[in-house]
Each structure stands twice: as structure tokens, then as C-alpha cells.
């Protein structure tokens, strides 16, 4: 396992709002039921989760998951605790060929 490269120059974008947290979205909608009910995360709440995800990009250990044109994809496992509960949760990051810092692709609770 390794470190994500360059982890604290990380970027959410807009994935939390407009696919991971968005009950609207089609499918991002099932994300979105998995963070409320297993963590009592919502859009409304969501720095606790984007706070999270900051701090385990510098953190936590993470795994390669795919090299191709595009660049390199990166997952980070995590337990995550909040007042509604504890979860699993894996956060997808990609630094682009020709970039040196990591984008959120994806997060969601996942159970093992």
C-alpha cells in the first residue's frame, strides 16, 4: 500500500453535490440512501463528509486500481463514525495523465 500522491492537494469538485449525495440523480441516488441511512450524511451536512475525504487523502493508505491513458486510479478504504453511525466507506480518486494531484471519482459506503 502507498500513500495517495500529493493527498493534500486534493479536489472534491462538484461530485458530492451533483452525483454522490443527490437523491435526484439517477444513479447516484442509491449513494446517496446508503450515506443518509448508514451515516446520516446529506447535502445539507455534507462538510462532514467532504471534511472526511480531505483528510483521508493525506492519511490513509491507499490502493492502485487501475493505470491506462487517462491516469491513475486510486481507492481508499475507510471506517467512518458519525453520531447516526459507523460505516465502511471507499473513495475513488484519479490523478490525470499530465496532472500531479488526485479528483474525487466516486464514494460510497460498501460493507466489507
Not at 500522491?5 to 462538484?14: E, F, K
Given at each position: 500500500?502507498?500513500?495517495?500522491?500529493?493527498?493534500?492537494?486534493?479536489?472534491?469538485?462538484?461530485?458530492?453535490?451533483?452525483?454522490?449525495?443527490?437523491?435526484?440523480?439517477?444513479?447516484?441516488?442509491?449513494?446517496?440512501?446508503?450515506?443518509?441511512?448508514?451515516?446520516?450524511?446529506?447535502?445539507?451536512?455534507?462538510?462532514?463528509l467532504?471534511?472526511?475525504?480531505?483528510?483521508?487523502?493525506?492519511?490513509?493508505?491507499?490502493?492502485?486500481?487501475?493505470?491506462?491513458n487517462?491516469?491513475?486510479?486510486?481507492?481508499?478504504?475507510?471506517?467512518?463514525?458519525?453520531?447516526?453511525?459507523?460505516?465502511?466507506?471507499?473513495?475513488?480518486?484519479?490523478?490525470?495523465?499530465?496532472?500531479?494531484?488526485?479528483?474525487?471519482?466516486?464514494?460510497?459506503?460498501?460493507?466489507?
Open positions: 500500500m502507498i500513500k495517495l500522491p500529493n493527498g493534500n492537494q486534493a479536489q472534491l469538485g462538484d461530485k458530492l453535490d451533483r452525483y454522490v449525495l443527490n437523491p435526484q440523480h439517477p444513479k447516484g441516488k442509491d449513494k446517496a440512501t446508503l450515506f443518509k441511512n448508514r451515516l446520516g450524511i446529506t447535502l445539507e451536512n455534507k462538510k462532514i467532504e471534511d472526511t475525504l480531505l483528510e483521508v487523502a493525506i492519511n490513509h493508505e491507499a490502493t492502485i486500481y487501475k493505470q491506462d487517462y491516469g491513475t486510479q486510486y481507492d481508499i478504504k475507510f471506517l467512518m463514525t458519525t453520531e447516526v453511525g459507523k460505516s465502511l466507506v471507499i473513495s475513488c480518486w484519479i490523478i490525470r495523465a499530465g496532472e500531479d494531484f488526485p479528483r474525487l471519482t466516486n464514494t460510497y459506503p460498501v460493507t466489507k
